[in-house]
């Protein structure tokens, strides 16, 4: 458990995971993006 207090006390990692959450943010939001227009273009 010490090193779970530790991470999650850490800002460093708390940052690191927060810039994590928004590329894969902005990554799905890309799929989802180019998906729909794809699917769009085709019909």
């Given amino acids: 458990m010490d090193i779970i ?3 999650l006390n850490d800002p460093v990692v708390l940052y690191s995971f927060a ?3 928004i590329l894969l943010g ?5 799929i989802y993006y180019f998906a729909k227009h794809i699917s769009e273009d085709k019909q």
């Fill in 19 to 21: 810039g994590l959450a």
């Fill in 26 to 30: 902005i990554g799905g939001f890309y």
């Fill in 5 to 7: 207090d530790m991470l």
